[in-house]
């Protein structure tokens, strides 16, 4: 699916095709990751699967990797003024020493080679979240935003260049042996992740159900020491929404992801509330994101029609905006929102775009984890798939939050100490609030 940049000119127009995208793109549209969209990274991906497919019969075809060539040289971006033409002829010479050369080059897969190719394409945007996934990888993602999978049940990303989790999943393995957000995963397994992109550390976590993994994590804790965890593989079955009433009738909903059932659940979930309902208490911490048009539908259940929800901008400096469906059928309930280290993508933009549109609305905790771009899922032949980042996301006032997160009105930590003695000072400080309210 190709992404289209709405004209911002007509505002009238914009809504209706800003919906219809959210429609269209349901399932492939991502919130995951940093840095700007490439127009060369597609074509590139596209000339490399040509090369493949269509390309002429080179002299190192005999070899036994059945390969083809490509043009020598390939005209990329004309209009951009560095990298215009890339000479590919390098590329199949350093294929052919490969064949010639390497000493186990009987065993050399060319699809494993190609597949490597790709990847290695791909981490020169030093975008983390710009990857390819092999049939396996792509299988796995799916299953992860659908909420079922074989893992240790966390969500990591990369922070500084270190290995990070967002957010271990609730009642997961990784939640259950103490992993925590903000934790450095310095290895897996013994095996060192300083070289590691997240497929790479993703493949290694993942596992059979029973087995074991251990992580070496390093926790500020005001010193330099690690901590090793072990971790037993699980079946990962993760509800994305769950409610119960409190006292004074509010209402805490815990969001654990943006998947395809996270806004139909949470729909059906709020038409059970009582009439008299006099506060929502909605979750959002160790929530990593996912889908786009679930964090649009639930914004629409709290803001009227027509309000801005979050605002794309792709690498030209063109903006989109998409907003809320209708439906409001929570407008007016005052609104806590939680937020922490681990509140990422979708959660944020959900955040900001209830603080910035309604002014009963307040976000307690800590600074989230500050994903500000949005990625596009692209189905390739053969089950395979690339995700590439290809917008920038803004709150609807046009605050930027990638590597920055949205600060909560309310602040209030979560310590070591409060975890290990099961308190959780957010939430009565939430709790706190609405009662006030």
Do not use: C
């Amino acid at each position: 699916m190709n992404h289209a940049p709405i004209d911002n000119e007509n505002s009238t127009d914009e809504k209706a095709v800003s919906q219809e995208k959210i429609n269209e793109e349901k399932g492939k549209k991502l919130l995951v990751s940093y840095l700007k969209y490439s127009l060369t990274i597609i074509l590139l991906v596209g000339s490399f699967w040509f090369g493949f497919q269509a390309g002429k019969n080179s002299e190192i075809e005999n070899s036994g990797l059945n390969a083809v060539s490509l043009e020598n040289s390939v005209v990329i971006d004309p209009e951009t003024k560095a990298n215009r033409e890339v000479d590919f002829a390098l590329f199949w010479e350093v294929w052919g020493i490969l064949k010639e050369k390497y000493v186990d080059a009987g065993e050399l897969d060319a699809q494993k080679l190609l597949y490597g190719s790709i990847n290695g394409m791909l981490s020169a945007t030093e975008d983390p979240y710009t990857m390819f996934f092999d049939p396996e990888q792509n299988k796995q993602f799916n299953e992860e935003i659908d909420g079922k999978f074989e893992g240790i049940g966390a969500e990591i990303g990369m922070k500084k260049g270190i290995l990070t989790v967002i957010a271990p999943l609730e009642g997961s393995p990784a939640e259950k042996s103490g992993l925590r957000p903000g934790d450095k995963i310095l290895k897996i397994d013994g095996e060192s992740t300083a070289e590691m992109n997240i497929n790479e550390s993703v493949k290694l976590m993942r596992g059979e159900r029973g087995t074991e993994v251990k992580l070496t994590i390093f926790r500020n804790n005001g010193d330099d020491s690690t901590e090793e965890i072990s971790i037993i593989r699980d079946t990962i079955n993760v509800k994305s929404v769950t409610v119960e009433m409190k006292d004074n009738k509010i209402a805490y909903f815990k969001i654990t992801r943006f998947g395809d059932d996270t806004s139909r659940d949470f729909f059906k979930e709020a038409l059970k509330l009582p009439s008299d309902t006099k506060g929502i208490l909605l979750d959002l911490r160790s929530n990593p994101g996912g889908y786009l048009y679930a964090a649009v539908e639930m914004a629409s259940k709290f803001l009227p029609k027509d309000q801005v929800v979050v605002i794309e901008e792709d690498g030209e400096g063109k903006q989109s905006k998409l907003y809320t469906e209708g439906g409001d059928i929570l407008k007016g309930i005052p609104v806590v929102i939680l937020i922490n280290e681990g509140s990422a993508s979708a959660s944020e933009i959900l955040a900001g775009a209830l603080r910035e549109n309604a002014d009963n609305v307040t976000l307690v905790g800590k600074q989230s984890f500050g994903k500000g771009s949005v990625q596009e899922l692209i189905d390739l032949p053969s089950e395979s798939a690339v995700k590439i980042t290809i917008a920038k996301w803004l709150t609807p006032k046009g605050n930027q939050i990638n590597k920055v997160g949205i600060t909560p009105d309310v602040e209030v930590d979560f310590t070591n100490e409060d975890y290990q003695n099961d308190r959780d000072p957010q939430l009565d400080k939430a709790l706190e609030i609405l009662r006030a309210k």
